[in-house]
């Protein structure tokens, strides 16, 4: 109905003789234009009534003026189905079964930009289509630790691999007219109490780990929203936090979008007037505890604010500012001069979900068994739960009412069929859930088996096979890959690890492959011949790792996060590092990022401290020698240049990355950092030569006290490899 509303609206003006309308409504005339003549008009009231929501997911337009309300969306893979006026539970349309694309940490092991772009024009033609206007994603929280629960709908552990693929992807869903909202900002790197733990972060470390992604999304990528976190940073909550808002976000980088709450994540009625939030949006919010009926009205930035500027205690000037960036918003979404409709569920949107998720894909490990080359009436076992269980349901926020959900069993049997045989054995019981806000996936998880039954029986299975493929690693429920709790620990769940032990005992050629959204510990990675971290793939995950395994796709993720060894190798040592200690006299968990910028592979390569499998890595069916690597001045830089050729036998690409590594500082510096990557696909025997021009502020650090960044002289390495542990090529220069 909106959308040929307001059409009407638009063409009514566009028929009017031009002095008859409203600058506002004329789309030719400039932006700023129009949001100065549109707040010329409103009352008070209207513009108040716009800074927070009227329902679950809308916040007011202006109804007397023609301005259409705002939509908002879940999420950062596909859109959310349609949920009642104040309800988390979907509201039973038939009609809004979307495309669920992979999870981001799939796209981010892509390293593939055109990919993140491609990503994000999808899901905003399904925004589009379902008339939503702020789409509540992507997620670019770094990876501190591997226990986020949230890990999955993020992008690693590295802050230029999360820029680089952050910024195609807002630009991809803002060009169809809808506003990315990147969140969650910031330092937001945990579930466990996300709504009372204060991050104790340095000014080093968020400048130079937390900070750069979110910079690169509104300074690079132009993004329209940001949303803000639930927890606090030194001491203010996120969705109001004065200086990481008004001086860091719309002060120093210049943002001139709109600063939307987390749901709930409002928490106070002073600071919402002058803290930087723009639009405040989730339910019990002012201690409301089961929705009073007209609960809107008593949000931070409704009533409570009306009455603050009745008395003087907040200015129309910080209330303008607010509206303006609404209007702004709107302007550039359901009233944009450029008209855009979408597409939903399309041949295309499904063909894209299943790229970006088989070229996400990393082979951590292959002495052969894969490709499958299984002779003609043959035989392979596949085991595990993940090979059946459909995981676009639950997980919080992210989960979505998909088409269909093509499961890896059926798609290997698609693959074989006519040429083998696939068994199935179900190995261990994990998550037997089937829906999340009544979003049902219609499968029967129940289970009669014991535990030494289901073993018994697949490993009965795997004696006369001629592969034995597991399929197993997390899932969405809670203490998994999901929101609002944290993982425990890093080992698989279930009894996976043994099981896995026993099945490579037969002695019958073996893959693993894990799918989760986070790293598992694999101590039995030395006792199969073939690993592969395959992730929730969204609609097509199924028919994305098929590919792979069968060789249709010759794999080319890498790593965008460590695998570690043990949880316990990594930065996080104290309960004040993580998940954060009660002190004396402070109402909230105070939690401290002691580790600084050594976080992920900056922690491990800088400790020397061995890992399963490193930051960046990732196989593929062909190999890739990088050579003639060279550096020179260029301009006021470098430019670093390597030929990187395909020397197997099948077509593949290759990610050439550039690290850069200062050989001595004033200050304590990670032992490499990812300043450079390039994916490059290329047949057999082809080369291609890869150049990278290296900057001083990719030299520098940043320097708290001075407020700016810091390149001191001396010499520096470029570092070219094809991971942060698999270094080809060691260029020394030196800073003068
Ligand atoms: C949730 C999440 C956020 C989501 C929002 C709306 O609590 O933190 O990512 O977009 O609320 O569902």
Redesign the pocket.
Known sequence: MKRISLLCVLALAACCPKNNTPVYLDPSKPLEERVSDALGRMTIEEKVAMTHAQSKFSSAGVPRLGIPELWHT??PHGIRPEVLWDEWDQAGWTNDSCTAFPALINLAATWDRDLAHLYGDCIGQEARYREKDIL?GP?INMGRTPLNGRTFEYMGEDPYLAGQLVVPYVQGVQSNGVAACV??FAVNNQETRRTATNSVVDDRTLYEIYLPAFKAAVVDGGAWAIMGS?NLWNGEFNCHNKRLLCDILKGEWGFDGVVVS??GGCRDDDQAVTNGLDIEMGTWTNGLTGAASDSYSHYHLARPYLERLRDGRATEEVLNDKAARILRTVFRTSMSPEQHFGSFTSPEHFAAARKIAAEGIVLLKNDGVLPLNIPQGGKILVVGENAYKMMVVGGG?SNLKTKYEIIPLDALREAFAGKAEVVWERGYVGDVTTDYNKVITGQDLSEKRTAGQLKADALAAGKDVDCIIFIGGLNKSAFQDN?GTDRKDIVLPYGQDELIEALAGLGRPMAVVNISGSPVAMPWANKVGAIVQGWYGGSESGHALADVLTGAVNPSGKLPFTMPKSLIDGPLKTERQYPGIREEGKQWWQEYYDEGVFIGYRWYDTQNIPVDFAFGHGLSYTTFEIGKASVKRSGAGWKVSATVTNTGKVAGAEVVQLYVSDSEASVARPAKELKGFEKVYLNPGESKKVSFTINKEALSFFDADKHEWVAEPGEFHALIGASSADIRADLPFTLK
């Open positions: 879940d999420g509540l997620g969140k969650h639930y987390d749901w926020s929101e």
